[in-house]
């Protein structure tokens, strides 16, 4: 699919997969051109998985900031507009997941089911702060400096006495990494990103959300910490489920698509 112009901007969306829609919103710096993704997954396997990239990030266009939150939840639903899609289920993975939690505040008739995936309600239960890492890191410096927090296995003593399997780690990232990620255009972006992420909080505004909702996460993520999960308990209808692996949990342990695609209905 080209650039699909929305009411709010041009968005690069990818769709994969037959059956009820699915609203696939990835985290922070995601780019669909980095394979695999959610597409190449068991998801598109059972739903039509409509997935894109967020304002500011990989071929979507790049307006001038500040973004806010409530842009990341209005872009989402504009792409639905442009879709003809009245309702589906959400899926938010980490920064998706935050602005997930956004949109079902905002927009709760558009929203079947929601899945919140390794994300927090933010405020004083907020997820890692990216805002505050250097400006001048590139993307493999930040991957190095946020190992141990990916996953809380990794500690600094694990890296020294685990280097084959660290250089490995890092020989796998720069495989994915995209050109234009270095440059200023794509640097602006990300960083207007992580600025609106700074902002979020809704663990005021949990209880109101009257969606069913599971919530998932890994049992050694640094990055959205257990007690961030229990938190978003306070969704009513919710409930919440640990996997085996850190914040990439979702291709650490193939039981949790499992289940999501259990709790979607399929």
């Not at 695999?36 to 396997?45: E, F, Q, R, T, Y």
């Not at 990232?173 to 990103?193: C, V, W």
Request: proline share 5%; glycine share 8%.
């Amino acid at each position: 699919m080209p650039l699909l112009k929305t009411a709010r901007l041009e968005m690069f969306v990818e769709e994969r997969g037959h059956g009820s829609p699915v609203l696939f919103i990835s985290g922070t710096g995601a780019d669909l051109r980095v394979k695999p993704n959610v597409l190449d997954g068991p998801l598109s396997k059972k739903f039509r998985v409509i997935a894109y990239d967020q304002r500011g990030l990989g071929r979507t266009r790049k307006p001038s900031g500040p973004y806010e939150m409530r842009d990341y939840s209005k872009d989402a639903i504009a792409l639905l507009d442009s879709l003809g899609i009245e309702q589906v289920h959400l899926v938010g993975v980490s920064f998706g997941g935050m602005v997930a939690l956004h949109i079902a505040l905002q927009f709760p008739e558009r929203i079947k089911k929601m899945v919140l995936c390794c994300t927090s309600p933010g405020g004083v239960f907020a997820s890692f702060p990216f805002h505050e890492l250097p400006d001048d890191q590139n993307e493999i410096e930040r991957a190095i400096q946020l190992m141990e927090f990916n996953d809380l296995r990794h500690t600094k003593s694990w890296q020294e006495n685990n280097s084959s399997t660290v250089e490995a780690m890092i020989q796998m990232m720069e495989s994915r990494l995209i050109n234009d990620h270095a440059t200023p255009e794509f640097k602006r972006g990300y960083r207007e990103q992580i600025r609106a992420r700074a902002q979020h909080d809704v663990v005021a505004d949990l209880e109101k959300i009257k969606l069913e909702t599971f919530i998932c996460a890994g049992l050694h993520d640094g990055i959205a910490p257990k007690e961030n999960q229990k938190i978003l308990e306070k969704i009513p209808q919710s409930r919440c489920e640990f996997y085996n692996g850190g914040h990439l949990f979702l291709i650490e342990d193939s039981g949790a698509w499992r289940d999501i695609i259990e709790f979607l209905g399929y």
